[in-house]
């Protein structure tokens, strides 16, 4: 009649304590390496929140510094912002060369003490190469330049050709386009697409996405250019929700939260005919649906573009013991040529206007997106953005609006109710 | 006698002060090192126990934003807020929700479990091993598989309803259908290792007692409600207090089921204590966060002190 032997469940306790230390000795990756030779080693630790796919330029990066070894970290999308945050405020633990999304940028840039002043190593002779507003965004109030830009979020709108198909709809890119001028246009389209009755398939994923790409297009979104938080009052904030709330009321949502796994399953098994793509989403539903290469095109988003959706920076905190290396990382990363590559292998529309010329990207086209020229859709949409001031915590306010839409969605608030409540949230955020 | 005279006071004392230094050491073995040997424990404790809980509580008095130098006193105005704040009653209200629906099957699923394994059986270890494993699971695997499994349209739960003609269950919109799905993950992983400890304190009961009452006739079931159940309340009383606390706390499953929304849904509909205090830390408004942290504590207490209370009646024999 057995006791728990110890004899058995020493070995597996050790084994387990093992493999705990192991993986723990990996996480310890902050650390510079300490090594006698005479040639200074460094390790370079780049913060990123998700894969930006810079692994081939670090080589790259390696060939002109081969004593600097570089060690990237990734954390889910607002872990890493909010880390980062923390990192700051205690003085420890950030990497030497961090990623800022747009929706963050104006949080950071006004610390300009906890950052290094890229201008000191050289890199404002870059500004020539940028547009002029996405430059702007990386400077602190005093006009330091604290962040670099990588890409920007010039906006259009991906579709499945077999759904339109099926719900009679043109599939062709340019007709498709013409079909919604305006996001009233739009919703008028979905209801057609949803008499058709399309076997589970809805139109868009859900109301939190096209909510933000309307507010995206406004002259002024949730703060005004002095940092006021305005969403509650302004015209165009108000619009934008009553336009998703009537969508939703027509049934065209497939109620999935952008990103979660249900989303994911939801690309790959068409339960959604269109979805608000920023350059970088054409990346994101490729690396999501893998399955439904082909199946995909790209059309212009509806009210003419001129919004920005995403875009990130990189920045140098003090905390980093080799500004000079991390500077020239940077510079590297957001070189003009690595730009371009990094469309051409993660869709990161460039900050570069010089290259929305470029024939390589002109002529770049998708195949996973049935082969649409996604390299003109994007710079005709990155020529027509009309940049918006960026709050310090437009985040937080647009998962207060997400939040409130997905009540409604859900059916367990009137839109009334649902819109007092974002209100009250706002008043909550300091 | 004249020339050891005046020796002898010089030895005495010498003699007595050896001893005397011995019966010391002696004396400070016996009272003294336990305390030495104990004190790496506390040293760490007030480190990462005492200090955070003692700091936290003066941050509570505080408008304290992470990134700004200056923190403004304020009190207790940051605890008249929380008790008015209908967020945070929501959140309570979900902790205890969550914590009765995981909690009181889960130790009523473990005791049966326990009971089956106390018993000849082949392979002993392996079930054993077994019952432990979904615990040594990381709790992000365990969270991911199992939203797939409530998902509302792929998702084989709702598949396996839908034979029944359910129709599909929005298992993350509903108050009560997400603690449920919650609390499911939580007892995949807590039933297996409550169910070993019971097993172990079930393995002190003596033998006796069972082969008694087996002559005398009584079911396997009578001897688990008659015998078992009363010799092993001690183990009972704990394992209740431990989960108990572990239901305050729980975050992973919560903040991992709605897709890292610190919210807990968008209604709020799953958000524990736990979260709502990062959602707080995460909005860098430690003063606030702070408070909610220590009323976190105090119910604790209140809990483990209720939880003592009601169980505390019989220690461990058959009265």
Known sequence: ?430 | MATRAPDRPAVAPRHRSERFSRQLVHRLDVKASPYAYVTPFLLLFCAFGLFPLVYTAWVSLHEWTLLSDVHEFVGLDNFAFLLGDEYFWNATFNTVSIGLISTVPQLLLAIWLAHLLNRPLRAQTLFRVTLLLPNVTSVVAVVVIFSQLFGRDFGLINWVLSWFGVGAIDWNAGTASSHVAISTMIMWRWTGYNALIFLAAMQAVPRELYEAATIDGASGFTQLRKITIPMIKPTIVFVVITSTIGAMQVVAEPLLFGTYSPTGGPDRQYQTLSLFIYENFAKLDFGYASAISWMMFVFIVIAAGVNYLLTRRSGGNLT
């Open chain 1, 1 to 430: 009649m057995g006791k728990l032997r110890p004899g058995r469940i020493a070995p597996m306790l050790a084994a387990a304590l093992l493999a705990v230390s192991v993986a723990a000795c990996g996480g310890g990756s902050g650390e510079p390496a300490a090594s006698g030779q005479p040639a200074e080693k460094i390790k370079l630790t780049v913060g990123l929140f998700s894969d930006f796919h810079f692994a081939p330029l670090y080589e790259e990066f390696k060939k002109t510094h081969p004593n600097v070894e570089i060690v990237e970290r990734r954390a889910q999308f607002n872990d890493h912002h909010k880390n980062l945050t923390t990192q700051l405020a205690t003085g420890a633990g950030a990497a030497d060369v961090v990623a800022v999304e747009a929706g963050y940028i104006a949080t950071f840039t006004p610390l300009a003490d906890k950052f290094y002043n890229l201008g000191d190593y050289g890199l404002t002779n870059r500004q020539a190469d940028y547009l002029d507003w996405k430059w702007q965004q990386g400077l602190s109030p005093d006009g330091k330049l604290l962040g670099l830009g990588t890409d920007i979020g010039g906006t259009a709108m991906c579709y499945r050709t077999d759904l339109f198909k099926a719900a009679g709809l043109p599939t062709d890119r340019d007709e498709v386009s013409k079909l919604w001028p305006t996001w009233e246009d739009y919703s008028k389209v979905g209801q057609q697409f949803m008499a058709a009755k399309v076997k589970n398939a809805k139109w868009f994923d859900g109301p939190g996405e096209n909510f933000r790409a309307m507010v995206d297009q406004a002259p002024v979104g949730f703060y005004d250019a002095q940092n006021n938080l305005v969403a509650g009052t302004n015209p165009d904030v108000k619009k934008a929700w009553d336009l998703s709330v009537q969508m939703l009321q027509a049934d065209e949502s497939a109620k999935l939260a952008a990103f979660s796994p249900p989303w994911n399953t939801g690309l790959t098994k068409g339960s959604f005919a269109t979805i608000v793509c920023p350059s970088w989403k054409t990346g994101s539903i490729k690396d999501a649906a893998p399955t439904t290469s082909g199946k995909w095109d790209v059309a212009a988003v509806p009210g003419g573009g001129g919004g920005n959706q995403g875009g990130t920076h990189l920045m140098a905190p003090k905390q980093g013991k080799h500004p000079k290396e991390a500077a020239a990382l940077i510079d590297l990363l957001t070189s003009k040529a690595n730009q371009l590559k990094l469309f051409t292998d993660a869709g990161a529309l460039p900050s570069i206007p010089s290259l929305y010329d470029d024939p390589a990207i002109t002529g770049f086209t998708n195949p996973f997106f049935n082969n649409a020229p996604t390299g003109k859709i994007f710079t005709d949409a990155a020529k027509a953005l009309k940049p918006q001031h960026v709050g310090p915590k437009a985040g937080d306010v647009l998962t207060a609006f997400g939040n409130a839409l997905q009540r409604v969605e859900q059916g367990k608030q009137d839109p009334e109710a649902a819109w007092q409540q974002a209100l009250q949230d706002l008043d909550r955020i300091k």
